[in-house]
């Protein structure tokens, strides 16, 4: 998936929307994405200005994103003008190594169980295969 179906499963828009690309996708097993990190995004003006460093809540919230999209596509729901998905807990979240302008996210999630409209799942994020951020998120989604 490119930027632009990207956009059809989430509501999120610039400076927030923080997947690029999805690489691969298998039902019910994991979904594959990657986020390019820019020396011009808006919040290293502040932080921090003298050695940039992504903040680590938003590389859970990329994370969550490729959530949002691996669980629009379970429920063959396309349309993010529909459905925001909000986040109900995060554990076990754990963070290795920053995350710098230049760098390339690559984000791995996969389901751990849904009950009804209630999501779990587990979620890495990498830059050259060395792990930066792991979680694993709750969510539900509220149809509008």
Same mark, same amino acid.
């Given at each position: 998936m490119d930027i632009h179906e990207i956009k059809n499963y989430l509501p999120h828009r610039?400076?927030? @929307? @923080?997947? #690029?690309?999805?690489? #691969?996708?298998?039902?019910?097993?994991?979904?594959?994405?990657?986020? *390019?990190?820019?020396? *011009?995004?808006?919040?290293?003006?502040g932080h921090f200005p003298h050695r940039p460093v992504m903040p680590g809540v938003l590389i859970v919230e990329a994370i969550a994103q490729a959530c949002a999209i691996m669980a629009s596509k379970e429920l063959g729901e396309e349309s993010s003008d529909k459905r925001v998905y909000l986040f109900t807990g995060i554990d076990k979240a754990? &963070?290795?190594?920053?995350?710098?302008?230049?760098d390339t996210i #690559?984000? *791995?999630?996969?389901p751990l169980r849904r009950i009804r409209n209630m999501w779990k799942c587990a979620g890495q994020a990498k830059v050259e295969n060395q792990l930066c951020c792991s979680a694993? @998120?709750? &969510?539900t989604y509220k149809d509008l």
């Open positions: 610039y400076p927030f @929307l @923080l997947v #690029d690309r999805v690489l #691969d996708y298998k039902k019910g097993e994991y979904l594959l994405a990657k986020k *390019n990190v820019t020396a *011009n995004e808006p919040y290293f003006a754990r &963070f290795k190594r920053p995350v710098e302008p230049g #690559d984000i *791995n999630v996969q694993e @998120l709750m &969510f």
